[in-house]
């Protein structure tokens, strides 16, 4: 039995050199075993492969995306927290170029200014008239008839009080009745509003005076609610109706009343309250301006008046206040009497007040 | 008055003033003085009429008592049409929102006329319309929101 092992062995031996030496001469074996079984693994090993790496793709993507996906979240917010910011911050540009325009309103000597936000146009089922809501009241020291500006020139004047809010009247409404004179020609004239979207009328002004268009309206100060001088209208068309002893005058606000956002309010400080105390005694007869005829001088003296009625408490009720020789034109005032039509007129231009900036 | 209740009548409030000033001329309170008639003890509609009334006079531009007139003449409406309508019906809230169309045309012109303002009258009309349009909506869509308000017996 141990021989035959050991002639097995022997054999096995034999053959296994011989293969071994024919396949190193002849490379057969490598060949089939390349074909064959290098070619399975293959087959095996590159799906197995695939699925690998794509797992492993998959799960770098996945743990990839989530990062950027967290990434892109934060990004995301920063842009929107970017975004806002640059909103607030073109928002507070925009209202420090409102502002700075508002506070180079240069008001007369005597008067001082304050600004004020506006909270709402007409509000609720009883506002009739045209009206402005404003964020200050009587405990900012508004009261009735406080004249309301804005850069380009008058808004209106405070209507109603409440302690930390307004109601402004604007010179659009039919209600609202401002003495005015034209820049350049010095025509005297009743500013009326006409309601929204509606231009303004300049009413009294008699035939035969000249008025252009184009001409910028300010206010005379007859009506001792604004200061003399502001801008308030701008004339577009000048032509007459019929048999109307008065031209029809219309102008147009130098103010877009939906894109107010803030106003200012004029006072009067103390001197010059005190002036105009003193100054409030009935004028002579022969001061009244004799450019208008006697109803429309009378009309432009009751006008303020008007409006107040509701609160006669604080209105002036009578004509007499009206210090009516300080603007008289084109005929002499009781300072004027003697002075050239030239001279007169280039004395008034200096003192018209300049409200937009230059 | 339930704590509900009384969160539901601050936002209306809240909300109709801010309606108000988004569409001036147009009462959006008057919905909820009907529907707190309708659906409250009397004592809420008198409160809140009260604090509503305040509210129009204050910013309003007339004198005093226009808002008096018009929540006045609304609650004697009301009381009148319940007798002949279903005081739910959408079609009597309607017939309210014509009268209150027209009695905000009226009542504005007289009583601008009796101050001696002038005011555009096509304006004047344009928000008649619109608070007849807008009225039986927002009742019904605020008579919606009151049914279901939490610890509300008539929910649903």
Redesign the interface.
């Known amino acids: 039995m141990p021989q035959r092992i050991a002639i097995g062995l022997l054999i096995g031996l034999f053959l296994y050199l011989g293969l071994f030496t024919w396949n190193i001469r002849t490379g057969y074996v490598d060949t089939l075993a390349s074909h064959t079984g290098l070619e399975f693994a293959r087959w095996i090993l590159a799906p197995g492969k695939w699925v690998h790496a794509q797992t492993t793709s998959f799960l770098n993507r996945y743990l990839y995306f989530v990062g950027i996906r967290q990434e892109n979240d934060q990004l995301r917010q920063q842009l929107d927290a970017a975004k806002l910011e640059l909103v607030n911050l073109r928002e507070d540009a925009t209202e420090v170029q409102r502002l700075r325009r508002l506070l180079a309103i240069t008001p007369p000597g005597e008067w001082t200014r304050q600004g004020a936000r506006v909270l709402s146009q007409r509000l609720g089922p009883n506002a009739a008239l045209e009206t402005l809501l404003i964020d200050k009241g009587s405990a900012s020291a508004v009261v009735v008839n406080t004249p309301v500006v804005v850069p380009e020139g008058v808004v209106g004047r405070v209507l109603r009080l409440a302690p930390d809010a307004a109601t402004v009247l604007l010179i659009t409404d039919p209600n609202s009745h401002i003495p005015v004179v034209s820049q350049t020609n010095r025509i005297q004239g009743i500013l009326k509003g006409q309601g929204p979207n509606h231009d303004l009328l300049m009413e009294y002004v008699p035939q035969g005076v000249s008025v252009e268009a184009g001409e910028i309206l300010v206010t005379s100060g007859l009506a001792d609610i604004f200061p003399k001088g502001l801008p308030v209208a701008r004339v577009t068309a000048v032509g007459r109706s019929g048999s109307s002893l008065f031209q029809v005058i219309q102008a147009v606000p130098l103010f877009e009343p939906r894109q107010l956002e803030e106003v200012a309010l004029l006072f009067r400080s103390p001197d010059g309250a005190r002036a105009a105390a003193s100054e409030a005694a009935p004028p002579p007869a022969a001061a009244l301006p004799q450019s208008l005829p006697a109803p429309t001088a009378a009309k432009a003296a009751v006008t303020p008046s008007r409006p107040v009625a509701v609160q006669p408490s604080v209105a002036p009720a009578a004509p007499a206040p009206t210090p009516a020789p300080t603007v008289a034109s084109p005929a002499p005032a009781s300072d004027g009497a003697t002075a050239p039509p030239a001279l007169e007129k280039r004395h008034r231009k200096s003192k018209t007040i300049r409200i937009m900036p230059q | 008055m339930r704590p509900s209740s009384i969160v539901f009548w601050a936002l209306f409030t809240l909300a109709g003033g801010w309606m ?2 988004v569409i ?4 959006f309170l ?1 919905p909820g003085f009907i529907l707190a008639m309708q659906e409250e003890k009397w004592t809420v509609p008198v409160w809140l009429g009260i604090i509503w009334l305040f ?9 005093f008592g ?2 008096l007139l ?1 929540y006045g003449m609304l609650a004697g409406l009301y009381f009148f049409g319940h007798w002949l309508f279903e005081a739910r019906n959408f079609l009597f809230m309607f017939i309210l929102g014509l009268c209150l169309g027209t009695m ?1 045309f009226l009542l ?1 012109n007289v ?2 006329v009796l ?6 009258l096509q ?2 009309l344009l ?1 008649s319309i619109l ?1 007849i349009l807008i009225f039986p909506v927002e009742w019904g869509l605020i008579y919606l929101i009151h049914q279901h308000l939490p610890a509300n017996n008539h929910a649903a």
């Open positions: 108000q000033s001036p001329g147009v009462d008057a509210i129009q006079e204050g910013t309003g531009s007339l004198a226009t808002g018009w905000h504005i009583m601008a101050q001696d303002w002038s005011i555009p304006r004047l928000e608070q």
